[in-house]
């Protein structure tokens, strides 16, 4: 509320009071002229009374009984009391005949408290001047108002008194006769009328008033509340996003300013991470910007839901998304963060009922190691996801001392893997597949890298090899190796085994591919049926004339063609059709959640369905439990692979744990 809102609240207020206090005002001067009205009627009344009874009064009666109160002499003489008694009867007749009021002539005992002698002298002489003579108010009043002079009787007294003068036939005053009339009843009366009105009246007034002013104030509180509102919209819509509803650029480097304050303060350090989906564009592309910004609002509440309370993130553009991770005391709690973030936009988004997958690179930096000023560290982190990018995506990378040494760390690799080769580091590992009669039908060759430091996983060097162009010399060693190692199993006797091996999009480019298989293959004697290819699905689809092409041909050799990773890559189903592919292998993501998600269990249902119709093999990969397995075989899944049946063993393992157990 404003300071003029408090002020107009509280003109009304002091309005409102006034008022009341005005009714209270009106209601007493209503009071008190209600009752001068009423007592002033009465008066007139009481004068005309006294005025008939003074014309009517026998005057020899009237002087006997006077004489004798003047002197005090006789007054109980038979005569006085005889004149008394008539003039009594005369006045009460009278009195009775004028509308019943009671009229007496004064009395000793009606005189009784006041000083008699005094009184009867203004009885007698009334034509002194009456203020010369001590009366009791009540009489002066009574008198004075015969003169129309305003009078009231009073609760501390309550009686009028009318002295009404008697003539004689020389119209000489001779005497008075009162008439009193007590009003402590009527005061009464009128005052109860008056509370009873005035309670009914301040009753409805306060109530009136009372609606007035809260009114007033809730007007006044809706329009504090809608300019609240306004405001609180105005600073919504100036710090947020519109279409993901997170903050926006310029908030969210607000926000690092302050934090950059407030950690000079001692507060200690904060990283900034920058992030942008990978393969957005071909969403986009493929799907229609409106399941574009969809999956953009989807990817901002998930990183939303795995960030702290203080941590905030905004988006910056398109795809692009900033975080602000507040309290970071060490790198490894902003890569635990990253990795968190990697994981909930790397799994699959249901976005107008399809499923879409997407990645995203992450570039860190920290205060104050990697700038001390926010465009700094925005660059910073931007630098960081620029190598984040060029180390193949899907990954995040620290900036500074960490970047250069990851990017050393990546000619390092680079150099490693060009000589893991010569150095016989690179091994193939064989995962088992099996048919639904549980007999086995084939293997997937993995590649594995054993370095002096460790195993080195695929996902993490097949990127780096593709970046540099190696892919093409190790997917050669690969099909050798895997046709050498199928010629040798055969050779010993294990035959009707089907050898799948992965090959990148990269070989897909590459003129050597076709030549390479068919030599492997000639060289070693394999039978080419016995060999299959995989390229995923979401390859095939970059290049995809290209790779078709290259399908073509490998398939013309007699090669088998396996789609891998299928579901996740938006193949077109008119192209699906018309290239010789063999096999359909559903994504481990499906065959995860293949019980416990209806999207998940419907996808599945679909690739089977799609693949049966095109007359192709179906293989589910990543088959981990019994309830997978029974769901798969019971809805028409040709083979399965997956740790339920066996992991990625070396060669020899292998071989002893399936061809031995035949
Ligand atoms: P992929 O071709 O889809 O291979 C299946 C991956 O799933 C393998 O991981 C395998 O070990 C894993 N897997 C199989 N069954 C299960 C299961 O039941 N549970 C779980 N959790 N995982 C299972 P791996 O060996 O790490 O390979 C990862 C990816 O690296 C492969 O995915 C493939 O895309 C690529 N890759 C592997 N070897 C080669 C290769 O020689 N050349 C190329 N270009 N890529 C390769
Ligand atoms: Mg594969
Ligand atoms: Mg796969």
């Known amino acids: ?49 006294g005025a008939f009874v003074a014309d009517n009064v026998d005057l020899e009666s009237f002087r006997t009984v006077a004489d004798a109160w003047s002197t005090g002499k006789g007054v109980s003489s038979p005569a006085a009391q005889k004149a008394r008694k008539r003039l009594v009867g005369q006045i009460s007749k009278a009195g009775r005949a004028v509308e019943g009021r009671s009229v007496r002539l ?7 408290t006041y000083d008699e002698r005094q009184f009867v002298d203004l009885c007698m002489n009334p034509s002194d001047s009456a203020s010369r003579v001590q009366v009791p108010k009540t009489l002066w009043d009574g008198y004075a108002s015969t003169k129309a002079t305003q009078i009231r009787a009073t609760d501390a007294d309550p009686t009028i008194s009318v002295f009404v003068p008697v003539t004689d036939a020389s119209n000489r005053v001779i005497g008075h006769v009162r008439i009193a009339q007590d009003f402590r009843a009527q005061i009464r009366a009128e005052r109860i009328d008056l509370l009873r009105s005035a309670a009914l009246y301040l009753v409805g007034l306060v109530a009136l008033l009372v609606f007035v002013f809260r009114h007033f104030v809730s007007i006044i509180a809706l329009h504090v509340t809608e300019r609240k509102q306004t405001l609180e919209q105005k600073i919504h819509i100036a710090e947020h996003d519109a279409l993901t509803g997170l903050y926006n650029r310029s908030y969210v480097m607000d926000q690092i300013g302050q934090e950059l304050k407030a950690s000079r303060n001692g507060n200690g350090a904060f990283a900034v991470m920058m992030l942008d989906l990978d393969n957005f564009e071909r969403v986009n592309e493929l799907h229609g910007p409106r399941v574009g910004d969809d999956l953009l609002k989807l990817v901002g509440r998930r990183i939303h839901n795995i960030l702290s309370k203080g941590d905030i993130v905004g988006r910056a553009s398109g795809d692009e998304f900033i975080i602000l991770l507040r309290g970071v005391q060490n790198a490894q709690f902003a890569t635990t963060v990253a990795e968190r973030v990697l994981k909930v936009v790397g799994s699959h988004f249901l976005v107008q009922e399809q499923e879409l997958e997407v990645t995203v690179s992450i570039g860190i930096c920290f205060y104050p190691e990697d700038g001390s000023d926010v465009g700094t560290l925005m660059r910073s982190a931007a630098a960081a996801l620029s190598q984040a990018k060029l180390l193949g995506k899907n990954g995040y990378q620290l900036y500074n001392g960490q970047v250069s040494r990851r990017a050393v760390d990546l000619v390092r690799l680079e150099k490693q893997l060009a000589q893991a080769r010569k150095n016989d580091e690179l091994r193939l590992y064989y995962q088992p597949k099996f048919d639904l009669k549980k007999k086995l039908t084939g293997m997937e060759a993995l590649i594995r890298w054993e370095t002096k430091e460790g195993l080195v996983p695929p996902v993490r060097f097949i990127p780096v090899a593709e970046n540099s162009g190696l892919i093409v010399e190790i997917g050669k060693w690969v099909i050798e190796e895997a046709a050498r190692q199928l010629a040798e199993w055969n050779k010993m006797g294990w035959t009707k085994l089907r050898m799948a091996i992965n090959v990148s999009p990269i070989q897909f480019n590459d003129d050597s591919l076709v030549p390479t298989l068919k030599k492997a293959l000639d060289d070693n004697g394999v039978k080419p049926s016995d060999f299959e290819v995989e390229i995923t699905e979401s390859a095939m689809m970059q290049n995809m004339e290209r790779t078709v092409q290259d399908i073509r041909r490998i398939s013309e050799l007699g090669i088998k063609i396996a789609i891998d990773d299928f579901g996740t890559g938006y193949s077109s189903l008119a192209k699906l059709a018309e290239i010789p592919i063999d ?80």
């Open 583 to 662: 096999t359909l292998k559903i994504d481990k993501s499906f065959v995860d959640n293949v019980i416990t998600n209806e999207a998940s269990t419907i996808t599945t249902n679909s690739i089977i369905g799609l693949a049966k119709s095109l007359k192709k093999c179906v293989v589910a990969e990543g088959v981990e439990n019994e309830d997978q397995l029974e769901y798969l075989a019971a809805n028409g899944c040709d083979i399965i692979q997956g740790f339920i049946f066996g992991k990625p063993l070396p060669a020899d393992d292998f071989y002893d744990a399936y061809m031995k157990k035949r």
């Open 1 to 49: 509320m404003n300071k003029n809102e408090k002020y107009q609240i509280r003109l009304l207020a002091l309005v409102l009071a006034g008022l009341l206090a005005a009714s209270v005002v009106f209601l007493i001067g209503t009071y008190r002229s209600a009752l001068d009205q009423q007592q002033r009627s009465v008066l007139d009344q009481m004068q005309l009374v």
């Open 106 to 112: 004064m009395t000793r005992r009606t005189l009784s």
